[in-house]
């Protein structure tokens, strides 16, 4: 049996240094863009050389984060920088797109694919529907069960985060720093607005990742490899996290595994914000104090040898897919939370109504509206969930609007429309989710001027409604929170979680018209509204713009935001 890799973070060569020192079997770092943690230190070309040489010398993994979601302008940049570090050395590269695994493999021979957390696999299907990857870094809130559950239907590697800063939204489908300041945690930039007070309290601010105990229990499961969060920690932070987990797994080893409360107290001297083990076991996860918790312990040095190494000459032949300009027929596609609200929709001209899969009165409302109606499934979905598939069979619905990708490996034989939390960012996401026969709701981080520059326009455009700004899977009480300037945001309880969405809507109205005249037909309106004009009239008003009319909504738009629209995301 292959012993359990111990995975750590370098977001600096002083953190290489401290983690290699310390036992890391491998270390997992950042070029200066497109990972997840750009305001760590990171690594330039000339200290990614001598990181390369620190690695080797020592038989110790390199892992290349290159996961964040990546625009069309930047796709070149993009794969020249995965094109250096390989032609350097890396062992493997983890990425966040699953439409870059493919040309990924065929460009770059040898080189090894993980799936970044950020994709957030959380069941068999979707982890398997990427089955071309090596190893998947499965979602963070995974219970035990959940885990063993795909261990056991998913053939090859799964790593799982062990220590560190938690994300209290689902890793992926997290828009609130954007949205409130232009910095998109999908892209490495999040200014952390969860760790902020919301009705006078840290409400949705997380305790400390801590599963040293469970390192037996892991190791039975089959994970091949335990990470360590903290990319932007000190290198004292590495170094005992780095030692204490490797003695841990080396104690295992030899029969001799046994935490003590010392150990627990060593590890919160390093950063501590209190210890949890998190969805692993169930636990409560918040931190209702203020959260802080940086050790002062900066000045330590680390240091480790190198020798005369000769690397692996590997060259890259760099292969992006020929892109072809597509469009698609004009479609108004609508959510709706109740039957009234189909029924207005569908005669106020909505071509595809969307509801929820779990609605008990979904048939009688497909029997009284003139268009498709499609079934909205859970955006959350663990291998427990397996039996929704069954209901979907059981309705027969004309489509579904997918929350979670693992639906798309069921092969239903019947539409598929994707969420916009699947993150669709730039032309090859469309042509990934075309080839497996899906119809995405395009990411909402985009400005409406990079929506325009697609060339295959096979999607759709969020125009109208309360945005999901956060998904989580945790239940907390349904109501509005206020942050400390006063904005609003409201709280909706889900299957298997809660969702945050901004009080104001979304509305883009007469702004759509560069949408239009680019050949994007396709156009997204969420009903989830403060319900100041009916839901008909929002449709009949949507109807008309996509019919080419210029509506008058002066007396509207003061009432509703502009989202990404105009600015985009860094």
Same mark, same amino acid.
């Given at each position: 049996?292959?012993?359990?890799?111990?995975?750590?973070?370098?977001?600096?060569?002083?953190?290489?240094?401290?983690?290699?020192?310390?036992?890391?079997?491998?270390?997992?770092?950042?070029?200066?863009?497109?990972?997840?943690?750009?305001?760590?230190?990171?690594?330039?070309?000339?200290?990614?050389?001598?990181?390369?040489?620190?690695?080797?010398?020592?038989?110790?993994?390199?892992?290349?984060?290159?996961?964040?979601?990546?625009?069309?302008?930047?796709?070149?940049?993009?794969?020249?920088?995965?094109?250096?570090?390989?032609?350097?050395?890396?062992?493997?590269?983890?990425?966040?797109?699953?439409?870059?695994?493919?040309?990924?493999?065929?460009?770059?021979?040898?080189?090894?694919?993980?799936?970044?957390?950020?994709?957030?696999?959380?069941?068999?299907?979707?982890?398997?529907?990427?089955?071309?990857?090596?190893?998947?870094?499965?979602?963070?809130?995974?219970?035990?069960?959940?885990?063993?559950?795909?261990?056991?239907?998913?053939?090859?590697?799964?790593?799982?985060?062990?220590?560190?800063?938690?994300?209290?939204?689902?890793?992926?489908?997290?828009?609130?720093?954007?949205?409130?300041?232009?910095?998109?945690?999908?892209?490495?930039?999040?200014?952390?607005?969860?760790?902020?007070?919301?009705?006078?309290?840290?409400?949705?601010?997380?305790?400390?990742?801590?599963?040293?105990?469970?390192?037996?229990?892991?190791?039975?499961?089959?994970?091949?490899?335990?990470?360590?969060?903290?990319?932007?920690?000190?290198?004292?932070?590495?170094?005992?996290?780095?030692?204490?987990?490797?003695?841990?797994?080396?104690?295992?080893?030899?029969?001799?595994?046994?935490?003590?409360?010392?150990?627990?107290?060593?590890?919160?001297?390093?950063?501590?914000?209190?210890?949890?083990?998190?969805?692993?076991?169930?636990?409560?996860?918040?931190?209702?104090?203020?959260?802080?918790?940086?050790?002062?312990?900066?000045?330590?040095?680390?240091?480790?040898?190198?020798?005369?190494?000769?690397?692996?000459?590997?060259?890259?032949?760099?292969?992006?897919?020929?892109?072809?300009?597509?469009?698609?027929?004009?479609?108004?596609?609508?959510?709706?939370?109740?039957?009234?609200?189909?029924?207005?929709?569908?005669?106020?001209?909505?071509?595809?109504?969307?509801?929820?899969?779990?609605?008990?009165?979904?048939?009688?409302?497909?029997?009284?509206?003139?268009?498709?109606?499609?079934?909205?499934?859970?955006?959350?979905?663990?291998?427990?969930? !397996?039996?929704? =598939?069954? @209901? +979907?069979?059981?309705?027969?619905? *004309? #489509?579904?609007?997918?929350?979670?990708?693992?639906?798309? &490996?069921?092969?239903?034989?019947?539409?598929?429309?994707?969420?916009?939390?699947?993150?669709?960012?730039?032309?090859?996401?469309?042509?990934?989710?075309?080839?497996?026969?899906?119809?995405?709701?395009?990411?909402?981080?985009?400005?409406?001027?990079?929506?325009?520059?697609?060339?295959?326009?096979?999607?759709?455009?969020?125009?109208?409604?309360?945005?999901?700004?956060?998904?989580?899977?945790?239940?907390?009480?349904?109501?509005?929170?206020?942050?400390?300037?006063?904005?609003?945001?409201?709280?909706?309880?889900?299957?298997?979680?809660?969702?945050?969405?901004?009080?104001?809507?979304?509305?883009?109205?007469?702004?759509?018209?560069?949408?239009?005249?680019?050949?994007?037909?396709?156009?997204?309106?969420?009903?989830?509204?403060?319900?100041?004009?009916? !839901?008909?009239? =929002?449709? @009949? +008003?949507?109807?008309?713009?996509? *019919? #080419?009319?210029?509506?008058?909504?002066?007396?509207?738009? &003061?009432?509703?935001?502009?989202?990404?629209?105009?600015?985009?995301?860094?």
């Amino acid at each position: 049996m292959n012993k359990i890799e111990l995975l750590s973070p370098a977001g600096s060569l002083a953190n290489l240094k401290a983690a290699i020192a310390s036992g890391a079997d491998a270390v997992y770092l950042g070029m200066n863009k497109f990972n997840a943690r750009e305001f760590a230190t990171n690594f330039n070309e000339e200290y990614f050389k001598e990181a390369i040489k620190l690695c080797k010398s020592n038989n110790v993994k390199l892992f290349l984060t290159a996961n964040t979601l990546i625009k069309n302008s930047e796709i070149n940049e993009f794969f020249q920088q995965i094109s250096f570090a390989y032609e350097n050395g890396i062992d493997s590269v983890i990425i966040q797109e699953p439409s870059f695994i493919d040309i990924i493999k065929k460009s770059f021979p040898n080189l090894k694919v993980h799936i970044s957390t950020q994709a957030g696999v959380m069941n068999s299907e979707h982890a398997n529907l990427l089955n071309s990857a090596d190893r998947i870094v499965i979602a963070r809130e995974l219970n035990k069960s959940n885990i063993e559950s795909i261990r056991k239907n998913y053939k090859k590697e799964l790593e799982i985060f062990i220590h560190g800063a938690l994300c209290v939204c689902i890793s992926g489908s997290c828009l609130f720093s954007s949205f409130v300041g232009g910095r998109s945690g999908n892209r490495g930039k999040c200014s952390q607005p969860c760790r902020r007070k919301y009705n006078n309290c840290f409400h949705l601010s997380t305790k400390e990742l801590c599963l040293i105990d469970k390192i037996p229990e892991l190791i039975k499961i089959g994970i091949n490899s335990l990470k360590i969060e903290g990319r932007m920690r000190t290198p004292y932070y590495v170094a005992t996290t780095t030692s204490i987990y490797k003695k841990a797994i080396q104690d295992y080893y030899n029969n001799t595994f046994n935490i003590t409360s010392e150990i627990k107290d060593k590890l919160a001297t390093a950063f501590s914000r209190e210890f949890t083990q998190g969805c692993y076991s169930g636990e409560f996860v918040f931190n209702k104090k203020q959260a802080h918790g940086e050790s002062n312990i900066t000045k330590q040095t680390y240091e480790v040898k190198t020798k005369s190494i000769k690397l692996e000459t590997r060259k890259s032949n760099l292969q992006l897919p020929k892109l072809i300009a597509k469009q698609v027929n004009k479609r108004l596609l609508v959510r709706v939370y109740n039957k009234q609200d189909a029924i207005s929709a569908s005669n106020a001209g909505a071509d595809i109504i969307y509801y929820d899969l779990f609605a008990k009165d979904f048939q009688e409302t497909r029997k009284l509206i003139a268009v498709p109606l499609y079934a909205v499934t859970p955006r959350i979905m663990f291998d427990s969930d !397996i039996p929704i =598939i069954q @209901k +979907i069979k059981e309705i027969n619905p *004309d #489509g579904l609007l997918a929350g979670n990708l693992g639906i798309l &490996n069921f092969n239903l034989k019947i539409p598929m429309h994707l969420d916009y939390n699947c993150n669709c960012f730039n032309d090859f996401d469309v042509s990934y989710f075309e080839s497996k026969n899906a119809f995405p709701i395009i990411s909402p981080e985009l400005s409406i001027k990079e929506q325009t520059e697609f060339k295959n326009k096979s999607f759709s455009v969020f125009v109208h409604g309360k945005i999901r700004l956060m998904t989580l899977a945790h239940q907390l009480p349904e109501g509005v929170i206020t942050d400390e300037k006063g904005f609003k945001f409201k709280i909706n309880n889900i299957h298997n979680g809660c969702e945050l969405l901004n009080e104001k809507e979304l509305g883009l109205f007469n702004k759509i018209r560069p949408l239009l005249k680019s050949g994007i037909n396709n156009i997204f309106i969420d009903t989830e509204t403060n319900k100041e004009i009916s !839901i008909g009239d =929002i449709v @009949k +008003i949507y109807r008309q713009i996509l *019919d #080419g009319k210029t509506i008058d909504v002066s007396k509207l738009k &003061n009432n509703y935001v502009l989202g990404w629209s105009e600015r985009g995301v860094f």
